[in-house]
């Protein structure tokens, strides 16, 4: 098993509060994120705005992966997954994640680029993580 871990911190309100998001390997470190960076036109980042982000590089890279086991290769995948956060039951959840892919694969015929483009929407790890078992500890300090 592989193991990935992010970090935050936050302080303050929810509206006037600030956090900071970090990751494993420092590719983010103490990045800033905050109401106004999720809910409005803020600087910073969001949690929507990460998931997406690993969410287009989980599909490229599933998606080089499918390619593979038929013998193509791309000669490039970009991909783009936009997340959407929507108010449900006086509560947010994301309620969707649409990705759009475009790609320049020689000797790929259309109907094989579909086949493989859809079995990696649902396939990849950050796919299947859209509707993950959630787990925690907590403790109180």
């Known amino acids: 098993m592989i193991k990935k871990f992010g970090t935050a911190n936050w302080q303050g309100t929810l509206k006037d509060g600030i956090g900071k998001v ?27 705005e990460l998931v997406g ?10 998606l080089s992966m499918g390619l593979g086991e038929k013998g193509y290769t791309a000669t490039n995948i970009d991909a783009k997954s936009t997340v959407s956060l929507e ?27 579909m086949t493989i483009a ?11 993580l859209l509707t993950a078992d959630i787990s925690l500890d907590a403790k109180l300090v």
């Open 87 to 113: 108010q449900i039951d006086g509560g947010f959840a994301v309620t969707k994640a649409h990705i759009e892919v475009t790609a320049s694969i020689p000797d790929i015929s259309e109907d094989d680029f």
């Open 118 to 128: 859809k079995a990696t929407e649902t396939g990849c790890p950050i796919s299947k």
């Open 53 to 62: 982000a690993a969410h287009a590089a989980c599909f490229a890279m599933a």
């Open 22 to 48: 970090s990751t494993q390997t420092a590719a983010l470190r103490d990045h800033p994120y905050g109401f106004n960076a999720r809910f409005e036109d803020g600087k910073g980042t969001n949690p929507e």
